[in-house]
């Protein structure tokens, strides 16, 4: 049984960074990716990027190019998440997305809600 | 990038009814297409992938269609559990996007 937990976000000041954690456990694939989405108050999913957890390679949305930094630890099977520096409209709710690179199953974290605010 | 654009944004249906979202890509996606399910203040579920093959453990009723840029999302007889926002995501793409969203009301 594959359980994913999301930990840091909170209130954070424009300009600022953040960094969310997601640690899977019981995860037993070796070839994974993992998705970063988020979600605005009452708004629709948006794609953030990816990490191979293999390759290490990375892709991200055009519009978060240059603050967006993805990186896993695979000795943990952990996710990280660094978006900096945040703006008022980076205010979301973030999850992390385990994606089984064989079967393509997916694993959804629980989500980390991040406000941007002075 | 990849627009994904949902149709129609939102609809009223009854219990028992037959549901058909529509999710058009800009450009040939082939069959890399997923189908998400989302309640009120729950992550999203991934119901389809692949255009068409159902997740494990998603019920019958739901059901994938389409290639290239036209997909559709069935459910067959609407259940009461079945109402939620549904969003289409392509995987075509290293830069993956997903569409609007489509609410399912109850009528």
């Known amino acids: 049984q594959v359980h994913l937990v999301q930990s840091g976000g909170g209130v954070k000041k424009p300009g600022a960074s953040v960094k969310v954690s997601c640690k899977a456990s019981g995860y037993t694939s070796t070839s994974y990716s993992v998705s970063w989405v988020r979600q605005a108050p009452g708004q629709g999913l948006e794609w953030m990027g990816w990490?191979?957890?293999?390759?290490?390679?990375?892709d991200s949305a055009q519009r978060l190019q240059g603050r967006l930094t993805m990186t896993t630890d695979t000795s943990t099977t952990t996710a990280y998440m660094d978006l900096s520096p945040l703006r008022s409209d980076d205010t979301a709710i973030y999850y992390c997305?385990?994606?089984?690179?064989?079967?393509?199953?997916?694993?959804w974290g629980q989500g980390t809600l991040v406000t941007v605010s002075s | 990038d990849i627009q994904m654009t949902q149709s129609p944004s939102s609809l009223s249906a009854s219990v028992g009814d037959r549901v058909t979202i529509t999710c058009r890509a800009s450009?040939?996606?082939?069959?890399?297409l997923n189908w998400y399910q989302q309640k009120p203040g729950k992550a999203p579920k991934h119901l389809i992938y692949g255009a068409s093959t159902l997740q494990r453990g998603v019920p019958s009723r739901f059901s994938g269609s389409g290639s290239g840029t036209d997909f559709t999302l069935t459910i067959s007889s609407l259940q009461p559990e079945d109402f939620a926002i549904y969003y289409c995501q392509q995987t075509y793409s290293s830069v993956r996007s997903f569409g609007q969203g489509t609410k399912v009301e109850i009528k």
């Open positions: 990490i191979s957890a293999y390759s290490g390679n990375t």
């Open positions: 450009q040939s996606v082939s069959s890399s």
């Open positions: 997305v385990f994606i089984d690179g064989n079967t393509g199953s997916e694993d």
